[in-house]
């Protein structure tokens, strides 16, 4: 019982700690935008390469832009493709994985094998050719990550619907005349809820990964907009002479992943909800 | 396992030709020419579409590039006209699958041993220790990892190099970067198993025979705890190819990413199509050996599947 102890308030602690971060940057990421004096494009030649001073806190780059403003621009950025990647993802994958385990037969075949055949390529290929041909922007970002993205909350959603629809408490609600719609969202997801929000709330990381890695690549958010992975890009070429530069956006980005590990990984313990 | 085996072997054909219809078609729809540098006449534009066959219209095209791909040939770069995709591919493997192959296998041992240490460490910090490194390792980019080593190690310290592939410690910084990831799932993924293995009837009959836990670990678990493992060798796959991107031009190392992310750089078309389809096409074959080898080694897991389908 006492270990049983320890290992929650363990997991509540990781969340606790993972959930003040994530708020913390969020906020910082939506206000700093909107309250600062300084635009995220404004070049100021007289400021160039500024070290961290009381009007430029994280000093200003090469062509005298205030980073502090674009790496919480690039915040918002990043925010704004992982949230909404998940919640695409997640309402495509929960729809096509319910409607495959309800119905079963040909259309679960046809689905789920369609899963298993955009899922066996990297994303990362898809959404590179996905930006080179409409665009470098949030939304060709968000189209090539919700290609293969819905794949994993559909299987684990499908997994739930199958085992729970045979089962006395389904057939009841069936008898009783409920239809399939009500019975998936009254007596089959709330046993899948779970397994799902921890598959998602993993899911954002990746994504956020994925646009900093495009970024930093040089196929993801166009110049002049900031994202953390084209900030760190650009201060790479100087990162001998101003670290800084770089590093301030490699804090934000990191502390950003990292948040959102602490809260899959405190919410999977505490629900002793595994993914997989 | 035949039927099986030829249902995964079609699935995998049907991810590769989906893949490469959707490569060749979005490829066609990118916006501006390769030709159009501005000093080129209208005449000699043509001349050079037509060398191309660029001029076809692109259905002509897609036959023509599928029957080409059958034999192996995946075109000519079109910023390099003297050299085949084939041959930008030859040259640019080694580097790339010497760094993939040590990163898989540091990350597996790394993983596995860590993993298990986390599942059966009675000491509270060992525990704690290896569960933060694992968010800290899953959560911090690739990029970040190579930049900040090479930065520390590269150009502060000046301990290690940090361009090219020369001697064996230059081989140290790209390793450590591609497999922090990696090692982070796998270990999370192995601490996982175990302690679900833990609970079962035979870790409790060994426990009863009077075997110490080590033995119990090291003998009955780990095997079954393995074979989530080696279902990641397809993601894995697929991260340390991409991971190669970053971690090759970062390192300056001439490889499949590299020359990837120099592809984009130049819009070579043909040679980002061919790189997209080979990198596909490795992963998607990683995938299907894996899973051939599970359904041998563990005959429930094709069972169910046939079941499935």
């Known amino acids: 019982m006492k270990r049983k102890d320890r290992q929650k308030a363990e997991s509540n602690f990781i969340l606790k700690t993972g959930v003040i971060l994530l708020a913390m940057l969020t906020l910082l990421a939506v206000l700093v935008p909107i309250f600062s004096g300084q635009s995220y494009a404004e070049q100021n030649p007289d400021l160039q390469n500024l070290g961290s001073s009381a009007a430029h806190l994280f000093g200003t780059d090469k062509f005298g832009r205030d980073l502090f403003v674009r790496v919480w621009y690039g915040t918002r950025i990043s925010l704004f493709v992982g949230i909404g990647s998940m919640a695409i993802c997640g309402a495509v994958g929960i729809v096509i994985g319910a409607a495959a385990g309800y119905a079963g037969g040909i259309i679960d075949l046809l689905l789920m094998r369609l899963g298993d055949l955009v899922d066996a390529v990297p994303s990362l290929l898809y959404v590179i050719l996905i930006t080179l041909t409409f665009g470098a922007n949030a939304g060709s970002i968000l189209l090539g990550i919700c290609i293969s993205g819905w794949v994993e909350s559909a299987r684990i959603v499908r997994a739930e619907v199958q085992r729970v629809k045979t089962l006395n408490f389904c057939e009841a609600a069936r008898i009783l005349g409920a239809g399939p719609i009500r019975i998936l969202r009254t007596h089959v997801l709330p046993n899948a809820w779970g397994p799902v929000i921890v598959s998602l709330t993993f899911f954002i990381p990746k994504a956020i990964f994925t646009e900093a890695f495009l970024s930093f690549v040089g196929v993801g958010i166009e110049a002049p907009q900031a994202s953390l992975g084209s900030l760190i890009q650009a201060a790479r070429s100087q990162m001998r002479l101003y670290p800084s530069q770089m590093l301030y956006p490699i804090l934000v980005l990191s502390l950003l992943l990292i948040s959102l590990h602490l809260i899959g990984v405190g919410l999977e313990q505490k629900g002793g909800w595994n993914r997989r | ?309």
């Open chain 2, 1 to 309: 396992m035949i039927r099986y085996t030829g249902k995964r072997f079609l699935i995998s054909l049907l991810s590769v030709w989906m893949l490469i219809t959707v490569a060749f078609f979005l490829t066609r729809q990118m916006p501006g020419s390769p030709f159009q540098t501005g000093n080129v006449s209208g005449e000699v534009l043509e001349q050079m579409e037509q060398e191309y066959g660029l001029d076809q219209p692109v259905s002509a095209q897609y036959v023509t590039y599928m029957r080409n791909l059958l034999h192996g040939d995946l075109g000519i770069s079109y910023m390099n006209p003297g050299e085949s995709v084939t041959e930008v591919i030859a040259r640019a493997l080694p580097a790339t699958l010497s760094l993939g192959i040590l990163a898989v296998i540091v990350s597996l041992v790394a993983g596995t041993l860590l993993g298990m240490l986390q599942a059966f460490s009675q000491k509270r910090w060992v525990r704690t220790t290896i569960l933060f490194g694992t968010i800290f390792g899953a959560g911090i980019p690739n990029f970040v990892i190579a930049l900040l080593l090479a930065l520390v190690f590269g150009v502060q310290w000046k301990l290690l190099p940090v361009v090219g592939l020369d001697s064996w410690t230059s081989y140290l910084l790209p390793v450590l970067s591609l497999a922090a990831y990696p090692t982070a799932v796998v270990t999370r993924l192995m601490c996982h198993t175990c302690r679900q293995e833990l609970q079962k009837e035979y870790v409790v009959l060994a426990k009863v025979k009077g075997l110490p836990m080590r033995r119990i670990a090291w003998t009955h678990v780990w095997k079954n705890a393995w074979i989530p493992v080696l279902n990641y060798a397809g993601p894995a796959a697929a991260f340390l190819l991409t991971g190669s991107f970053v971690v090759e031009s970062i390192f300056t190392i001439p490889g499949l990413g590299r020359e990837f992310v120099n592809s984009i750089a130049n819009r070579d078309y043909t040679l980002i199509m061919g790189l997209t389809i080979f990198m596909g096409v490795v992963v998607i074959g990683v995938n299907l050996a894996v899973d051939l080898l599970c359904a041998w080694m563990d005959p429930r897991i094709r069972k169910s599947y046939l079941k499935d389908v």
